[in-house]
């Protein structure tokens, strides 16, 4: 069981590892959601911004480092390309993309590949593609059916050969990271409002880390990078995340939910996206931010848990962690603008904050040149997260 003890612990290493001023009172700490105000005025802060004139060398090496950590959701080709020019080197394949941007589907010239050429070789491509009611490219290669009926009528064996033909198709598309599978636990018909349902494998979290692993082999044999969601377990939740606020059982009575996290994170290459979800309990060591009130992909003390090694408790990961998106869900919407999203989510130990609209790339750059700027995000903090994203 996770104490409140543990929960201290492991957030205050994270306050210390993660932000300028965790501990000092210079984290905007109100004890409530991760302080809207956070950003400072993020888009308007620079020289360059105010007064037009070009911005220095430091200035525009913390705009290249700013759009490296960016994940963003693209239309098509031309929002696209002006995000790789702007530094971003992740693209995400959303539900409106014009998937003849995808390799074989028109165009070369204005295809994955030629947007790769144009960032000199180094570019992410990832999709949502678990199967069932979230699957982004069933026209193109096929649909995959939902986790639960995977579970109920494949082996994990089945399961692992299905994800990796599925990996393949979606490398030759130019398509390099799948945000799945999803390794929430199935929270049966006591949980009113759940956004899960029938993208859990099971209620049995051995059950879902047998099968959850297979897909993740899949994806890799396939050269997919796997990204296993929803940090700290979305299963037992209630509310979906795309309409408003979701809420868990508190900390203490989520070792369940945590526990495929605890066996699928400790394997290579596999990357963990942090959800929405407010957790009663998950707060930060000082008070500051109350798990109750904030959603977990803003709050230190959900990264502290996924990083940070503790027996009965934290998880230990070192990879790559990504925010839920920030701009399309009402979870976080209703508090942050894109921009004031983004350096929150940073400022709480994201590598990577996930937005699935190109439509403010700037102005979150622009947020997190000011952040650094002032100290509220750390330049070498965060050149690790842009270092592990690569």
Do not use: W
């Amino acid at each position: 069981m996770i104490t409140r003890r543990v929960t201290a612990l492991i957030t205050g290493l994270a306050c210390a590892g993660v932000l300028a001023a965790c501990s000092d009172g210079g984290n905007d700490g109100d004890g409530g959601t991760a302080a809207p105000s956070a950003t400072g005025g993020a888009a308007g802060d620079t020289a360059a911004q105010t007064t037009g004139e070009t911005p220095t060398a430091d200035v525009a090496d913390d705009a290249r480092l700013a759009a490296a950590t960016l994940a963003v959701g693209v239309t098509g080709f031309d929002d696209a390309a002006a995000a790789v020019d702007l530094g971003v080197r992740h693209l995400f394949i959303g539900s409106d993309t014009d998937l003849t941007m995808l390799n074989g589907q028109g165009d070369p010239a204005r295809s994955i590949d030629a947007l790769r050429d144009r960032a000199g070789g180094d570019l992410t491509v990832s999709v949502d593609e678990e199967g069932g009611q979230v699957q982004r490219l069933a026209g193109i290669i096929g649909e995959l059916p939902s986790a639960r009926e995977m579970a109920a009528t494949m082996t994990p064996e089945e399961v692992g050969a299905r994800f990796a033909d599925h990996g393949r198709k979606m490398h030759d598309l130019g398509i390099t990271m799948d945000f799945a599978p999803d390794v929430d636990l199935d929270g049966g018909q006591n949980v009113s409002d759940n956004a899960i349902g029938d993208r859990a494998y099971s209620a049995d979290p051995e059950v879902v880390v047998r099968y959850a692993g297979a897909a993740v082999d899949g994806l890799q044999q396939a050269g997919i990078t796997p990204v296993i969601k929803h940090f700290p377990g979305h299963g037992h939740a209630t509310g979906d995340s795309h309409a408003g606020t979701v809420s868990t059982p508190p900390l203490d009575q989520l070792d369940a939910d945590l526990q495929p996290f605890r066996e699928l994170a400790s394997r290579d290459g596999v990357a963990v996206m942090v959800g929405h979800m407010q957790v009663p309990g998950l707060d930060t060591a000082d008070g500051a931010v109350q798990g109750a009130t904030t959603p977990s992909s803003l709050n230190p003390a959900a990264y502290g848990l996924l990083r940070t090694a503790v027996p009965g408790g934290g998880i230990g990961f070192t990879g790559t962690v990504f925010t839920d998106d920030l701009t399309g869900m009402q979870a976080i919407t209703d508090l942050h603008s894109g921009p004031e999203a983004v350096v929150t989510a940073l400022q709480a130990g994201a590598d990577v904050p996930l937005t699935s609209t190109a439509a403010d790339v700037q102005g979150s750059i622009d947020a997190i040149v000011a952040a650094l700027s002032d100290g509220r995000l750390d330049r070498g903090v965060l050149q690790q997260a842009a270092d592990r994203s690569v």
